[in-house]
C-alpha cells in the first residue's frame, strides 16, 4: 500500500469505520438471532445438534465482534500516529519561521497529506507558497478561489467553505475550498493575525467534516509552532539584553583598574604599558563582537586569557596563577559567547585572600558520556558557605556574582537545553568550583558542521 492510500485510510478510516461497524453490528445479530434461536429449539426438542450448532454460533459471533473492536482500535492508534508525525515533520521547518521557504514546504507537505487538489499559505494577504494545481495558479495569475466568492466569513477556530455553483460558477477547475487563521494568539485582533491555510479540491463534495476540521487543525499546528518560535526569539532578545547589563555593569569597573594600571606603567615601564593598551584594544573589539555570537571554546579561553593578563598586570604575578586544559577534540566546540570570562572574573573579584596568598585558577573543559561537555572553572579561594551558593544560583541581584552567574546558567539552558547550566560547588578555607553541563554539545557540533 502506498504513503498516500494509507493516508486516504486514516483521514476517510472514521466514516469507513462507521460503515463497517453497522454492517457488522447487523450481520452480526442476525447471525446471533439464528444461532440462539436455533440452540434454543435443540434445546427444547432435545437436538443436541442444534444447540452444538447454536453455541458456535455465538462463538463466532464474539469473536468477530471482537475483531471489529481491535480493527477499531488499530485504526485510532494509526490516527494518533499519523497526527503525532505530521506534528513532528511540521516543526523541522517551522521553527525558522513563516517564510516564503517555509511555506512552500509546508503546503508540499500537506499536499498528500489532505487529498487536496492544492494548498497553499498567505500572509498578509499574500501568496507566500503553494503546491499542487499550478497550472490553474499560473493560468489564473493568483488565488483560484478569491475570498469575493466567499459565502460566509469566517472567525478563529472555523473554516470558510467557498463552493461554486449554478448561480455563481467559479472561474476555475478548482470549485471548492476550506480556510482557516493562522494566528499567534487566541485574541481576536485582527492584527495578530498572520494568515490563512487553504486547502482546494476539485469538486464540491469534496470539502465535507473532515477537510474543515483538517484545516482547522493544521492551521491550528502551524501557529503554535509560530508561537514556540516567537517565544524562543524573545527568550534570545532577553538573554542579549540581560548579557548586555552584565557588561555594562561589570565592565566600568574593570574598564577604570585597567585604565589606572596602563597609566601607572606609562612611568615605570612604557613598553609593557603599550604592550596591555594593544591587547586591551583588541579585548573590547572582541568582547563587542561577539556579545550575541556563539563562539569556539578555544576563542572563549583565549579572551579569558587576555582579560587575564589585565589583572595580573594590576594585583601581580605572584598574586593570580592560571593554567587551562582542554580534552583534545573539543577545541571547536560552539558555546555562547562571555561564559567563561565572568566566572573567572567572580574569582578574581571574590575569591582572593586578604592575606596576599596566591589565587589559583584551573578551567578545565572535558567530555562527560558520549556526547556531553563539562567545563569546570576552579579556585583556591576564600570559597562560600552553603547559604551564599544559594543566593549567588536564585539571584537577579543588579551587580556582582549574582547577575552574572544567573546570566550564564540561563544562556546554558537556553542553548543546550534540559539538562544543561551551571552548579556551584565551594567550601569555605578551601575554594570554589563552578561546573558548566553542556548536553549533547558534541552531538550538535557534529549535526552542524554536517550541515555546512
Not at 450448532?53 to 492508534?77: P, Q, S, T, W, Y
Not at 511555506?103 to 489532505?114: K, M, Y
Not at 563582537?289 to 601581580?316: H, K, P, V
Not at 572553572?377 to 558557605?385: A, E, F, R, S
Amino acid at each position: 500500500m502506498s504513503d498516500r492510500s494509507q493516508l486516504e485510510d486514516v483521514y476517510n478510516g472514521r466514516t469507513l469505520s462507521r460503515q463497517r461497524r453497522w454492517i457488522s453490528i447487523i450481520v452480526t445479530a442476525i447471525l446471533l438471532a439464528a444461532f440462539v434461536a436455533g440452540g434454543i429449539v435443540g434445546y427444547l426438542r432435545d437436538i443436541n445438534p442444534l444447540f452444538a450448532v447454536g453455541a458456535i454460533g455465538i462463538a463466532v459471533c464474539a469473536f468477530l465482534l471482537g475483531l471489529f473492536a481491535n480493527r477499531e482500535d488499530k485504526l485510532r492508534a494509526d490516527q494518533t500516529k499519523l497526527v503525532l508525525d505530521i506534528a513532528r515533520e511540521m516543526a523541522a521547518f517551522l521553527r525558522r519561521g513563516l517564510n516564503e521557504e517555509t511555506a512552500l514546504e509546508a503546503c508540499r507537505f500537506l499536499l498528500p497529506v489532505t487529498d487536496a487538489a492544492s494548498v497553499a499559505i498567505y500572509y498578509k494577504g499574500e501568496c507566500i507558497g503553494h503546491a499542487g494545481a499550478d497550472a490553474i495558479w499560473e493560468e489564473y495569475g493568483g488565488d483560484p478561489v478569491p475570498i469575493p466568492w466567499a459565502k460566509k466569513m469566517f472567525d478563529y477556530g472555523a473554516t470558510c467553505v467557498v463552493r461554486s455553483d449554478d448561480e455563481e460558477p467559479l472561474p476555475t477547475a478548482l470549485k471548492a475550498c476550506a480556510t482557516a487563521l493562522i494566528k499567534v494568539s487566541n485574541s481576536n485582533d485582527n492584527n495578530l493575525d498572520l494568515g490563512t491555510l487553504k486547502l482546494y479540491y476539485r469538486r464540491r463534495r469534496d470539502i465535507g467534516e473532515t477537510q474543515q476540521a483538517m484545516v482547522i487543525g493544521f492551521a491550528a499546528l502551524i501557529s503554535v509552532q509560530l508561537v514556540q518560535r516567537e517565544l524562543a526569539r524573545q527568550t534570545e532578545i532577553a538573554t542579549n539584553m540581560e548579557l548586555r547589563a552584565l557588561q555594562a555593569q561589570i565592565n566600568p569597573h574593570f574598564l577604570f583598574n585597567t585604565i589606572n594600571t596602563i597609566a601607572s606603567l606609562i612611568r615605570t615601564d612604557p613598553m609593557k604599558a603599550r604592550d596591555l593598551l594593544r591587547e586591551f584594544a583588541v579585548f573590547y573589539r572582541r568582547t563587542l563582537e561577539s556579545s550575541q555570537d556563539n563562539i569556539t571554546i578555544e576563542l572563549e579561553l583565549a579572551q579569558t586569557l587576555r582579560y587575564l593578563r589585565f589583572e595580573i598586570a594590576r594585583f601581580g604575578a605572584e598574586r593570580i596563577h592560571w593554567d587551562s586544559r582542554i580534552e583534545p577534540g573539543l577545541e571547536k566546540i560552539v558555546v555562547p559567547a562571555f561564559i567563561i570570562q565572568p566566572l573567572v572574573e567572580n574569582s578574581v573579584g571574590h575569591a582572593m585572600r586578604d592575606t596576599g596568598e596566591p589565587l589559583h585558577i584551573f578551567v578545565d573543559v572535558r567530555s562527560s558520556g558520549e556526547d556531553d561537555v563539562i567545563i569546570d572553572v576552579t579556585d583556591d579561594g576564600v570559597g562560600m558557605d552553603a547559604s551564599k551558593v544559594s543566593v549567588a544560583m536564585k539571584s537577579d541581584g543588579s551587580r556582582g556574582a549574582g547577575i552574572a552567574i544567573k546570566n550564564v546558567d540561563e544562556r546554558m539552558k537556553s542553548c543546550f537545553g534540559p539538562g544543561s547550566g551551571l552548579k556551584i560547588s565551594s567550601e569555605l578555607g578551601v575554594g570554589t568550583t563552578v561546573t558548566l553541563t553542556l548536553v549533547d554539545a558534541k552531538k550538535r557540533q557534529a549535526g552542524e558542521e554536517g550541515n555546512r
